[in-house]
């Protein structure tokens, strides 16, 4: 089945970048996710890329996807201390399967 | 955008009791849901795909006597936890899949369950 693995811990500096890294196996997959959840609280989605692009950026956010190597990374630059929480990468194919989550990276980030 | 609600938020219950957990899309409707299960410091598991007015699909390990999903309407679907015991305490995510406004799946704010 499909698989999505991820680094369980990062830690930053305040104000530099993070960068959290994220592999899958399906070669299916279509659309890749990156997820936040803070302490207590549900998912927030963060951003998406479709498996047709190479990068996504969205102010502080850059995701980068390397399709051949089926690598996905999420880079969070001027990392804040509000931006520490647990990070997840999902994936699906198409249509309304459900996502396959990674099993999450926590970020802290230090003051 | 499309919001999912979940209600109770949090809710402890006693060892051998049943509890319901509604999951409702608020602006859209969501012929899809699922529900997920999360641990602590563990990453989301899905228990069950729920589909409008059909059986929902549940994944290999999942008690579906235990876990009763209902989808009975566009809106609304339910999770009831039966007979509960301490191992089932846990995190539940239930999360509907939109076709409008865009082709996303919109999660709800989870409800926590402690089982006494």
């Known amino acids: 089945g499909e698989d999505v693995e991820q680094s369980l811990f990062l830690s930053v500096r305040e104000g530099d970048s993070s960068v959290i890294n994220c592999t899958y196996t399906?070669?299916?997959?279509?659309?890749l996710y990156w997820y936040k959840q803070e302490p207590g609280a549900g998912l927030q989605l963060l951003t998406y890329i479709f498996s047709n692009m190479d990068m996504k950026q969205d102010q502080r956010l850059t995701v980068l996807l390397n399709k051949k190597d089926k690598h996905l990374s999420l880079r969070i630059a001027d990392t804040q201390t509000g931006d520490s929480a647990i990070y997840f990468c999902a994936e699906k194919s198409a249509g309304n399967t459900p996502l396959v989550f990674g099993k999450g990276t926590r970020l802290s980030v230090i003051a | 955008g499309a919001v999912v609600s979940q209600h109770p938020s949090w809710v402890i219950c006693k060892s051998g009791t049943s509890v319901k957990i509604e999951c409702r899309s608020l602006?859209?409707?969501?012929?899809?849901m699922f529900w997920y299960r999360q641990f602590p410091k563990q990453s989301l598991m899905l228990m069950a795909t729920?589909?409008?007015?059909?059986?929902?699909?549940?994944e290999q390990g999942v008690e579906k006597d235990k876990f009763l999903i209902n989808h009975a309407s566009l809106t609304l679907s339910t999770l009831t936890v039966t007979s509960a015991h301490p191992e089932d305490s846990s995190f539940y995510i239930c999360s509907a899949y939109a076709l409008a406004p865009a082709y996303e799946q919109y999660f709800g704010p989870g409800t926590r369950l402690t089982v006494t």
């Open positions: 399906d070669s299916s997959s279509t659309y």
């Open positions: 729920s589909n409008e007015g059909s059986k929902a699909t549940y």
């Open positions: 602006d859209f409707q969501a012929t899809t």
